[in-house]
C-alpha cells in the first residue's frame, strides 16, 4: 500500500490520478462531485482514468479487485463515524522504492513552508 501524504492542495490527488492513469485501477471517493473534480483534472493532465467510484457501501465495490482512495480519513469517518485521530501500518505495506530522496525532501519542505 502506497500513502501520498501532503497538506491541501499539494498535489495529492494529482498523484493518485497519474496512479490510476498507469495502474487502470479506478479512484474512490466520498462524493459524487469529486468525480467530476477528478475528471477534469485527469483531462488537464491529458490521461485517462477509469471511472471513479463513490463509496457509499461495501456492495459499491462490487467487481473491484483494487482501489485507490482520494481523502482516506473522509472515507473512514463515513464509515465508522468516528474522526480517525491516528492508525498504524504495516512496514511491509509501505513502498518507498518509486520515490527519490529529493522528491522526499521536496514534500518535507513544503509540508513545513505552510
Given at each position: ?108 519542505w513544503r509540508m513545513h513552508k505552510e
Open positions: 500500500m502506497i500513502f501520498i501524504v501532503g497538506g491541501r492542495a499539494s498535489g495529492k490527488t494529482t498523484e493518485l490520478i497519474k496512479m490510476s492513469a498507469e495502474t487502470g485501477i479506478p479512484i474512490c471517493v466520498r462524493y459524487r462531485s469529486r468525480i467530476k473534480h477528478i475528471i477534469n483534472k485527469a483531462n488537464k493532465l491529458g490521461v485517462e482514468i477509469p471511472e471513479p467510484i463513490v463509496i457509499y457501501n461495501k456492495s459499491s465495490l462490487k467487481g473491484c479487485e483494487k482501489i485507490m482512495i482520494d481523502d482516506v480519513q473522509e472515507i473512514l469517518f463515513d464509515m465508522y463515524g468516528v474522526e480517525v485521530v491516528c492508525a498504524t501500518l504495516d512496514e511491509n505495506n509501505i513502498d518507498l522504492s518509486e520515490i527519490t530522496l529529493f522528491e522526499l525532501l521536496r514534500k518535507w
